[in-house]
């Protein structure tokens, strides 16, 4: 089946520094991955949907210049929250749509905890 | 606005009871609705359904659709410790031509041995 991972795993990092994540499609190629964000005990919400080699498309509510996209290759999209904040602590989530899912199913990596000082 | 809810939102049972979990759901521009699992990390797929009136099902696990009265619901069977879990509903569409994939909040699932 396909895989995405997701790396790190978890990050500490003290406040206003940047956090770059990676999310990869290891067994097909995705022209979209999306980023969600799940806080405790609630569900996942969606913050973009990054399409590769254009630029993503935020939520209402999510600051472009905080959460920069980068969906360079077809198995490749980083997430990176710059000049973080202990309100930024929470688990991201990042999925792969296959490019030849005619079905649509969504693939999702394992996660990212984010924990800011 | 669109949404998805789920219900109820939390549930406990004894092992080898039979659960049904519901979603109901407002969207413009349906196209489908999946059922995921999540246990401590991220969500595992279950079913895709976007026909109404059309079972899937996958062992102790069925689900259907019923697009017009805008729900679905996800039952399991002999319940077993194992499915203690968040069960998420996701709905997909479209909205000013980007697809989009929201969220209900899930219901949090105990089986008790």
């Known amino acids: 089946g396909a895989v995405v991972s997701q790396h790190p795993s978890w990050v500490i990092c003290k406040s206003g520094t940047s956090v770059k994540i990676e999310c990869r499609s290891l067994?097909?190629?995705?022209?979209?991955m999306f980023w969600y964000r799940q806080f405790p005990k609630q569900s996942l919400m969606l913050m973009a949907t990054?399409?590769?080699?254009?630029?993503?498309?935020?939520e209402q509510g999510v600051e472009k210049d905080k959460f920069l996209i980068n969906h360079a290759s077809l198995t490749l999209s980083t997430l990176t929250v710059t000049s973080a904040h202990p309100e930024d602590s929470s688990f991201y989530i990042c999925?792969?749509?296959?490019?030849?899912?005619?079905?649509?199913?969504?693939?999702f990596g394992p996660g990212t905890r984010l924990t800011v000082l | 606005e669109d949404k998805v809810v789920q219900s109820p939102l939390s549930l406990v049972v004894h092992e080898g009871d039979t659960v049904t979990l519901n979603c109901s759901y407002e969207?413009?521009?349906?196209?489908?609705l999946l059922w995921y699992k999540q246990e401590k990390k991220a969500p595992t797929f279950l079913f895709m359904l976007?026909?109404?009136?059309i079972e899937k099902k996958s062992g102790r696990l069925s689900s259907i659709l019923d697009k017009k009265e805008l729900f679905s619901i996800l039952n399991i069977t002999a319940t077993q410790t194992g499915d203690s879990a968040v069960y998420l509903c996701?709905?997909?569409?479209?909205?000013?031509?980007?697809?989009?994939?929201?969220f209900g909040t899930g219901t949090r699932l105990t089986i008790i041995p």
């Open positions: 999925s792969a749509r296959d490019l030849e899912g005619a079905k649509y199913e969504q693939y």
């Open positions: 067994d097909f190629q995705a022209t979209t």
């Open positions: 990054s399409n590769e080699g254009s630029k993503a498309t935020y």
């Open positions: 969207v413009t521009n349906f196209r489908s």
């Open positions: 976007t026909s109404s009136g």
């Open positions: 996701a709905v997909r569409f479209y909205n000013f031509g980007n697809e989009k994939l929201t």
